[in-house]
């Protein structure tokens, strides 16, 4: 990575920080430099666990950031995540994210968030929702999770929130509408997620009983005022629980 490049160059009795991928630096004349970026690392699991290294064994944790795959679809205008990615989504193996999940139960932390960009997109994630409710079943922990939920499965979503609000492991379901003004969509190209996509989300999550919180943006590019206190009143209307 390029921060294990900067910090190895740094080592060095002449340092070269040309050597070093994706940074920006100026050299003593003032003149900028900037490197290319490095390839993107497609099989994740060369990283190896920090959990199964034994890192973390001894210590007594509250809270952790579990990853399961990296990248993004989406090429959202407000978000560098997906345009950084190319669109490509890595995973890793299946069982490491499984004893990942074992070992956080075991040790008792309480609180998971996952870093995934769109927890729901894989029919994995419904299995691995499973297994943290199985776990903590067990071990009694973790009590409380962070997802970001993906942006166009709303009937995954809804069954892995029924699943983690009964286990629970959360209390309400995000839905990342961030707008609902069609020029301001367009404008950071993110028409292909579709508005059906959250008022299906809605209705099997009010049909369950289950909460729910819309996080908005503002502002975003094309909003007003008058454009964003008109998607409030038509998210009232489409019975919107919470909006952040």
Not at 27 to 38: C, I, K, S, Y
Request: hydrophobic share 40%; glycine share 6%.
């Amino acid at each position: 990575s390029s921060c294990y490049e900067f910090l190895h160059e740094l080592l060095a009795d002449n340092p070269d920080l040309e050597q070093v991928s994706g940074i920006s630096f100026r050299r003593d004349g003032g003149e900028l430099v900037t490197t290319d970026n490095p390839p993107r690392l497609r099989t994740l699991d060369t990283i190896p666990s920090p959990f199964a290294a034994g890192l973390f064994d001894g210590g007594e944790y509250t809270f952790t950031v579990l990853e399961t795959n990296r990248g993004c679809p989406f090429h959202c205008g407000f978000c560098f995540w997906g345009a950084a990615t190319n669109s490509k989504v890595f995973k890793f193996d299946e069982q490491r994210v499984r004893d990942d999940i074992r070992w956080i139960a075991e040790n008792g932390v309480v609180s998971v968030f996952i870093a995934d960009a769109n927890w729901g997109m894989s029919p994995l994630d419904v299995e691995v929702s499973k297994h943290f409710v199985a776990c903590k079943e067990e071990y009694g922990f973790p009590t409380s999770m962070v997802i970001a939920a993906a942006k166009n499965r709303p009937d995954r979503v809804a069954e892995i929130t029924e699943i983690l609000v009964r286990g629970g492991l959360v209390t309400s379901q995000p839905i990342s509408l961030q707008t609902v003004n069609a020029e301001s969509l367009r404008l950071i190209d993110r028409q292909n997620i579709r508005e059906t996509t959250y008022t299906d989300l809605q209705r099997s999550l009010n049909d369950e009983g289950i909460s729910s919180f819309i996080e908005l943006i503002w502002p975003l590019p094309g909003e007003t005022l008058e454009t964003f206190k008109a998607g409030i009143a038509r998210l009232c209307r489409m019975q919107a629980d919470t909006l952040t």
